[in-house]
Every structure is written in structure tokens, then in C-alpha cells.
């Protein structure tokens, strides 16, 4: 199915407001998508393969050192983000993750679908697949130990039926990318309040038996901890020749 102009022109929305101080031991300062990984900010990375899977139109959700990623964007406008939409939103104080997302869609008036992804986590060639789902839809990618993660459970149909916590079970398993096609219909009422997309709005689909799992075979890492970021660094450094 060739992926459609609509397809391409999805807003992705970016949860880059973070304060990662889990990295600060290993960062100079820099706000978690900047970590540097080969002379590159991390964002730049993902930025670069997000491009080159078709997607053009970005908005970022800023809060800690916004001041840093709209610097690296503006730099950007005319050299890797040429020919891309790029807008941002900055949080007025920490919202979580679904306070973030429903205050910029009232801050930029939005309506209808849009892709959300974090910007601390890497997934390989996949987003093709989350373009073509009907939403809500959440990629998932299978994992040797899904303690750090959480499990994703679903049925034959991939209609996905339960989350388990982090740290529960630390079987192979299926977990939460990060990335999912979402509608603004789901943030629709909301009241001004920090919330958690993970705690009420997946649950609250999972519950209409309406949010879909969509199973990728793809790379995937989650910096937000020392380990991770210096194995994705040496993974970078070694041309994704090691495993990730």
C-alpha cells in the first residue's frame, strides 16, 4: 500500500520537555534530545530517519531548556528541516505527558489525527506502519526482558487488552515504542490538569477495546538512563554494525 500524501503530512507531535535527570551524570548540561551521540544531538538523529520515513510536519512539546531545542531547530530550518513544518509548544509548568499534548492541541487549535512519539527513545524503520493504522494505534516491539518497560498484552485480533507495570514480570515480551496514531477527540474535555497518557487515556481506550497493537521488528532503545545512552553511542560509533 503506497503510504499517501495525507499519510505523510500527519503532524508528529514530539514529548521533549523532560528534565532526564537520570542522564545528567553523563550530559554537560545539554536537555535530554541533545544528548550528543558522534558529534550529533540525539534529536538530530531522530530527526534525520523520522525525514526519511516521509514524515515533514513536526511539533515539538518543549518545556525543560526549551530555550536549547529551539535553538538547535532554528539552526536546522535550512539544512536538515528544509522543507518540513515545524512548530512548538512550550508547557507552562511540567503537564505530564497528556497535559502537554492537550495543551498544545488548544494552543494550535488541531483537529483530527496525529502520530506522538517521545524524544528519548529510537526506533528503526517503522513509522510507515503507524501511518497506515487506523487510530488509536500504538506500536510495539518485542523485547528479551520487559521489566524496564512494562508489557503490552493483546489478542489475535492485536486489540491490545491489558499494560503491565514496569518491574512485574521480566519475560520476552511485547512493549509500549512510544509511538502511536492518536485522535484529538481523546483529549477533548480536559481540565487544565497535569495528567498521564499511560494512566488514563490508554487505559481508557484499552477499556473501549478500541486501542490497536501494532507488532514491528525494528531497533528500538530508550536513552533516559546512562546504560542505554552509551550503548546507543556505541552503537552509532560502530555504524549499527553490534547489536543494539
Known amino acids: 500500500m503506497k503510504q499517501t500524501n495525507m499519510d505523510q503530512e500527519l503532524p508528529l507531535f514530539v ?9 545528567e551524570s553523563v550530559l554537560d548540561g545539554s536537555p535530554k534530545p541533545l544528548a550528543p ?3 550529533k544531538p540525539f534529536l538530530y538523529l531522530q530527526i ?9 510536519s513536526f511539533i515539538f512539546l518543549l518545556h525543560h531548556r526549551a530555550d ?9 530550518k535550512y539544512k536538515l528541516l528544509k522543507g518540513c513544518q515545524v512548530k512548538f509548544v512550550i508547557e507552562p509548568e511540567p503537564m505530564g505527558t497528556g497535559g502537554a499534548v492537550s495543551y498544545a492541541l488548544k494552543q494550535l487549535a488541531l483537529k483530527g489525527d496525529f502520530l506522538l512519539t517521545n524524544a528519548d527513545t529510537w526506533l528503526g524503520l517503522s513509522l510507515d506502519k503507524i ?3 487506523v487510530s488509536p494505534a500504538m506500536l510495539v516491539v518485542k523485547v528479551d526482558d520487559v521489566g524496564r518497560y512494562g508489557e503490552v498484552l493483546f489478542d489475535q485480533n492485536n486489540l491490545i487488552t491489558a499494560f503491565t507495570e514496569k518491574g512485574v514480570r521480566h519475560n520476552p515480551g511485547w512493549i509500549n515504542t512510544g509511538i502511536c496514531r492518536m485522535n484529538t477527540s481523546y483529549f477533548e474535555g480536559w481540565n487544565f490538569e497535569p495528567f498521564s497518557i499511560e494512566q488514563t487515556i490508554y487505559q481508557h481506550l484499552v477499556r473501549e477495546r478500541c486501542l490497536r497493537a501494532v507488532p514491528v521488528e525494528a531497533d528500538f532503545i530508550d536513552i533516559g538512563v546512562p546504560k542505554d545512552y552509551i550503548r546507543f553511542c556505541r552503537w552509532i560509533e560502530s555504524e549499527k554494525r553490534m547489536r543494539l
Open 68 to 76: 536549547a531545542i529551539i535553538k538547535f531547530l532554528d539552526n536546522e
Open 37 to 39: 551521540v558522534n558529534g
Open 15 to 23: 514529548l521533549a520537555g523532560g528534565f532526564g535527570s537520570r542522564l
Open 131 to 133: 501511518m497506515k493504522a
Open 48 to 56: 534525520e530517519q523520522w525525514i526519511m520515513q516521509g514524515c515533514v
